[in-house]
């Protein structure tokens, strides 16, 4: 009997530990995704602010914003296949140590150019912490129900930051504009202290891939620059046909490169499962307009309607707050409908919100358009933390790094090209008001085909903890 009885309570014993090791893990998580989202949305109000202390047009304003994140989006494959290589929990620490030093810098930043180039570093922090964030929840919690749970928590990190972001962005910028950088300094310490309560990650030791890379940098930087400069140059100018032609052929090699090398970052077989094709159009898409709106409605309510970065924070908080409200009921919609229908719902949010905004008049009041874009915020909690937990469940546990890391790269890539290309609109001759509408359009369209894309994913199931 004592022999039988042993095991048990050995294994009762390990339960609360292993419970323990999973919260810290799950916090760390959650303020690692908090400090790097609130980072993106705290900027955008802020844009005006460092204009007048630092100069720089719209191209200038464009690159505080892209500089972040064409390096995120750039370097996020990479950083995915690092997390499986050296363990997700020693990548993740690295990466958040790296965000937080460039955070710093940012905030002494004496020029524009300075400031620029924080950013780009920030972005390569950045790219490290997101895809390991998930990696570390996916470690932390085997079981698929607890897992898309946790995901819904880990999500909330995202959606407090959104939320949080505009109206931060413009209190802490009433005092300083540098004070939305320096805030990132507490965070990333807490988050620092969390991490080192939490157990090593397994690694898959393999040779890095250096063409994949390059090849990818060198891809995304092209995509980038040349949606940028086309805002002030056109399409048809010289160096933007440059840059988007190495783009077209750097995307080439690395397709090229990642079906021949031995130890590819991005293994080609990811792609035959359709939930993985179909997350990574989903993820594109909803940052079009979850990131691409607010960076238009920022500079409209500001430059439009002559708001303070506060007031247009302020204009933000009905979307923002709705969005974070819905966030931990996303994994019990998802339980009892299966993934599809809160995806294309919220998908169909995105688009209909977009249309509204096209139509309605230019002299329509900041309130209404304020709640023209609930609907937007909606799709938050509606679409990615379902769609999130369902990449999860569908590729092997060894990749899960590099699957974040392609996922968010779709993203990333989304959210860089809406700033770029909705930037290169309202700068246009046609006017601000002409952009709009067509950004507009563009993001309904968008969120419309990735809609057709959710069919895609994978059959709904119940699950029973």
């Not at 916090?27 to 007048?52: H, K, Q, W, Y």
């Not at 620059?225 to 690395?254: C, H, K, M, S």
Request: one cysteine or more; glycine letters at 10%.
């Amino acid at each position: 009997m004592p022999l039988t009885a042993s095991p048990r309570r050995s294994s009762q014993a390990g339960a609360p530990e292993t419970n323990r090791h999973a919260t810290a893990t799950l916090a760390a998580a959650v303020l690692g995704f908090f400090v790097i989202t609130l980072d993106a949305t705290i900027v955008n109000v802020a844009l005006p602010s460092i204009r007048d202390a630092l100069g720089g047009g719209i191209t200038g304003l464009e690159w505080v914003v892209d500089a972040y994140t064409l390096m995120f989006a750039a370097l996020l494959l990479s950083a995915g296949s690092l997390s499986d290589r050296i363990g997700a929990r020693r990548a993740f620490a690295g990466g958040l140590s790296l965000f937080v030093v460039a955070s710093v810098v940012c905030g002494l930043a004496p020029t524009l150019p300075v400031l620029i180039a924080a950013r780009v570093v920030q972005g390569i922090g950045a790219a490290v912490t997101m895809p390991t964030s998930m990696a570390l929840v996916r470690q932390a919690f085997p079981d698929p129900a607890r897992r898309a749970r946790a995901v819904g928590v880990w999500a909330m990190g995202g959606a407090v930051a959104a939320a949080a972001g505009p109206v931060l962005g413009g209190v802490l910028s009433l005092a300083s504009w540098r004070m939305i950088f320096w805030i990132n300094l507490p965070v990333g310490i807490l988050t620092l202290l969390l991490l080192s309560r939490t157990q090593q990650s397994p690694t898959r030791p393999a040779p890095f891939d250096w063409i994949g890379q390059i090849t990818a940098i060198l891809a995304m930087g092209g995509l980038t620059f040349g949606a940028i400069e086309a805002g002030d140059a056109g399409f048809t100018a010289p160096q933007v046909l440059l840059a988007l032609g190495i783009a077209v052929a750097a995307l080439a090699a690395f397709v090229t490169a990642q079906a021949k090398v031995a130890h590819p970052m991005v293994p080609l077989t990811l792609f035959r499962s359709p939930t993985v094709v179909a997350a990574t159009g989903i993820g594109f898409a909803f940052m079009v307009g979850f990131y691409g709106l607010p960076f238009l409605f920022s500079l409209y309510f500001q430059q439009q309607h002559g708001l303070s970065a506060l007031g247009a924070g302020i204009a933000f908080l009905p979307m923002m707050l709705l969005s974070a409200a819905l966030t931990p009921f996303s994994a019990r919609i998802a339980e009892r409908t299966g993934p599809r229908v809160p995806v294309i719902a919220g998908l169909t949010l995105i688009a209909a919100g977009s249309i509204t905004l096209a139509l309605v008049p230019a002299s329509v009041p900041v309130w209404a358009s304020a709640l023209l874009l609930i609907p937007v915020g909606m799709a938050g909690p509606l679409v990615m933390p379902p769609t999130t937990a369902l990449l999860l469940e569908h590729v092997p546990a060894e990749q899960t790094g590099t699957a974040g890391g392609v996922f968010n790269t779709s993203r990333q890539i989304g959210g860089a090209l809406a700033v770029a290309v909705f930037g290169a609109l309202i700068s246009a001759p046609a006017g601000f008001q002409h952009g709009l509408r067509v950004s507009l359009v563009l993001t309904a369209v968008i969120a419309l085909l990735a809609a057709l894309a959710a069919g895609r994913l994978g059959a709904a199931r119940r699950r029973h903890t």
